[in-house]
């Protein structure tokens, strides 16, 4: 707040103060996760407001993964703080951006620490609307605007069964208090757990980007890349994961809901890995892949571990907020956030060496090779998955844990081929010199060196850190180990041939001239290869006219235009077109939802035009039709007035005489 309001009179203070209270915040962070050890809960609590039925109380509950997640926030905001000082430092709106950061922060924090259910609905209630500030802080384009209300409304959709569950979860346990939930919940106290775990779970999928309620987050990439790192990573859509592992025992008791979320699970893992192949725009890329890490982390939930959820979430924090800040690095010397353009352009991996081998570490995470810590995190998840399809789940029903395992087995081979494709295209091109805009900030790369540190190691932490869940074991076996990175392993195998392919048919097409010179150097090639080139140049420059890029790199270089060698394409085949665009779901929910529902506005705006103001309309007409008439008969003429009240007085004499005379007949 101090850094906004001394925004334009003193701008020297505003970085440090964006950055400093992040700082405390993750040191403090890690000293309450020292104090909590990963022993029993921290609880604490005092009576907010009497309600006169169920309290809601301020209180803290601390148990190990609390303590965990709140580090990983505090690490990630922190870093995204310190990179945003670089990455947006000629950004006139930057101090409100840092304050909004700062917002977006504390709220997940007040989400992570919390004990009291309402209280974590604030927290949660406010990252969405600061979501919706961040994604729309290029306001001024169509596509920002549109992002952010898409974002805002469509989580709305969800949080409106969230807050039902969560008064009707109340109602049954007496209390909004998590420890006392979760003693309800242990002693048998719910009378309708499964309305109650699918109602909050209709807010877990508009919060954490599943399926059905994905479709906001690829288009929240508008936004800032910073922002889609700290959103991705360490907020927004971690809290419904989160909520979930916190309240797992709600989910539990009711076999059915398990069943919902596995099924959830697995077509956001598998339809988000398809669309991934496809997209062009690398930050688009990043979060299909999101979403479908998010998919592994309620895979993990609908089994009944919450460890290996856990683990994941934080293990996929660290190496996917590295891949949005390498990606920005990248998107800062490319001039584009286009693979297609980036695939024509030679030495991008020599202009920016510390983005190439961070994100490459990142990827290897990512796509979850050995001995990276996605690796270990994602074996978790598929460990937890087998255990549970063989029956030896106490709470989690063995079609769950077949629906996650072979979901997660397929989905490791696509997020493999998405990785190596992203790396292939945007490392390993071929074409024009890359532009040089000379070294990038050490404030943007001494960040991703950081949070290479986590992404490599912390899979090394899956035996001692498993006393700070549940105590289940987190380290791969051998069987889920030989499924997970063979199927990876293929994938990323399948994909490099491939590209090789690619390569070779891109080589042998016409060369052409720069983007703005294609028109007409594109009508005199082959159909074929005319479509290419003009699909991928105008993917090219419609990325490289964003105003992030616009913003960090000063200027727009020619985007050489050519056939891109894209593996995507011959991975999906016919396929490709429909998984780009997300495969319709934003066509489906048009006819489904907004027509119907803007067909009902005009209906109620003509009822409201035509019938109830024809009604308001001839109320007021009589008035004024009296009106009018009375106003006639003022003439202003002193004579005319004496006149006719003369009259009125002969006419009052006449029917006086006559009634009198009737009476006196009568």
């Keep these: 707040m101090a850094g906004l309001l001394l925004g334009r009179r003193a701008p020297g203070f505003v970085r440090p103060l964006a950055v400093l209270p992040a700082l405390a915040s993750a040191v403090l962070a890690v000293l309450v996760a020292v104090r909590q050890g990963g022993g029993r809960p921290i609880v604490a609590s005092t009576e907010l407001t009497p309600t006169g039925s169920v309290p809601i109380d301020l209180s803290l509950y601390l148990n190990g993964f609390a303590a965990l997640a709140a580090v990983l926030v505090g690490v990630v905001a922190t870093c995204v703080q310190l990179y945003s000082t670089a990455y947006l430092r000629e950004d006139p709106r930057y101090p409100s951006y840092a304050a909004l950061v700062s917002l977006f922060t504390s709220a997940m924090m007040l989400v992570v620490y919390t004990g009291d259910l309402m209280v974590l609905l604030v927290g949660w209630e406010v990252m969405g609307i600061c979501s919706y500030f961040l994604v729309g802080h290029y306001w001024e384009t169509e596509a920002a605007r549109s992002a952010s209300l898409k974002a805002f409304l469509v989580t709305k959709l969800g949080d409106v069964p969230f807050l039902i569950g969560l008064f009707a979860l109340a109602t049954d346990a007496g209390s909004f208090e998590i420890p006392k939930v979760l003693g309800t919940v242990a002693a048998g106290g719910l009378d309708h757990p499964t309305l109650i775990a699918l109602l909050l779970l209709a807010g877990v999928a508009g919060k954490s980007a599943q399926f059905p309620l994905h479709t906001w987050l690829p288009d929240a990439m508008a936004g800032p890349t910073p922002v889609s790192a700290l959103i991705h990573a360490a907020t927004m859509v971690a809290a419904g994961v989160y909520f979930i592992a916190r309240l797992l025992p709600v989910f539990t008791a009711s076999a059915a809901a398990l069943v919902v979320m596995a099924v959830m699970a697995a077509v956001t893992m598998v339809g988000s890995g398809l669309a991934a192949l496809a997209q062009d725009d690398i930050k688009r890329v990043l979060a299909y892949s999101t979403i479908g890490q998010l998919g592994y982390m309620t895979g993990a939930l609908a089994v009944g571990d919450r460890g290996a959820a856990v683990f994941h979430l934080i293990s996929h924090g660290a190496f996917k907020a590295l891949l949005f800040l390498g990606a920005g690095v990248i998107i800062h010397a490319a001039g584009t956030n286009s693979l297609a353009a980036m695939s024509r352009m030679d030495g991008l991996a020599k202009r920016v060496p510390d983005a190439f081998w961070t994100m490459t570490i990142a990827l290897l995470a990512l796509a979850a090779i050995p001995p990276f810590a996605g690796f270990f995190s994602k074996e978790a998840v598929l460990v937890a998955a087998e255990h549970a399809a063989g029956g030896h789940s106490e709470s989690a029903p063995s079609a769950a844990g077949w629906v996650v ?262």
């Excluded at 790396?423 to 040089?436: E, H, I």
């Excluded at 005199?524 to 990325?543: K, R």
């Excluded at 119907?596 to 024809?614: I, M, N, Q």
């Excluded at 007035?641 to 005489?657: D, E, R």
């Design 405 to 666: 395992l072979v979901a997660g087995v397929l989905t490791a081979l696509l997020t493999a081929a998405y990785a190596t494709r992203l790396w292939l295209m945007a490392f390993r091109g071929r074409g024009a010199a890359a532009p040089d805009h000379g070294k990038e900030p050490l404030a943007m790369t001494g960040v991703l060196w950081l949070l290479a540190i986590p992404s490599l190691g912390l899979g090394l932490t899956a035996g001692p850190i498993a006393d700070w869940f549940d105590g289940n074991a987190l380290t791969p076996t051998l069987t889920t180990s030989v499924l997970g990175t063979g199927a990876a392993a293929v994938g990323a195998v399948l994909t490099y041939a491939l590209w090789q392919r690619a390569m070779v048919k891109a080589a042998a097409a016409p060369a052409a001239g720069p983007a703005p010179a294609t028109t007409g150097a594109a009508a005199e090639q082959p159909a074929a290869v005319a479509a290419t080139v003009s699909a991928a140049t105008a993917a090219a420059e419609s990325a490289a006219e964003t105003p992030e890029v616009a913003e960090v790199t000063h200027e727009h270089p020619a985007v050489p235009a050519g056939p891109a060698a894209d593996p995507g394409r011959a991975l999906l085949g016919p396929l490709h077109p429909h998984a780009a665009d997300g495969f319709h779901l934003d066509a489906v929910y048009d006819r489904l939802f907004v027509r119907p529902v803007r067909g009902a506005a005009s209906l109620v705006r003509f009822l409201d035009r035509e019938v109830v103001d024809t009604y308001v309309r001839g109320a007021g007409a009589g008035p004024r039709l009296l009106g009018s008439l009375v106003r006639r008969a003022q003439t202003g003429n002193v004579q005319s007035y004496l006149s006719a009240l003369l009259a009125g007085a002969v006419v009052l004499a006449i029917a006086t005489a006559v009634l009198a005379n009737v009476n006196a007949g009568s």
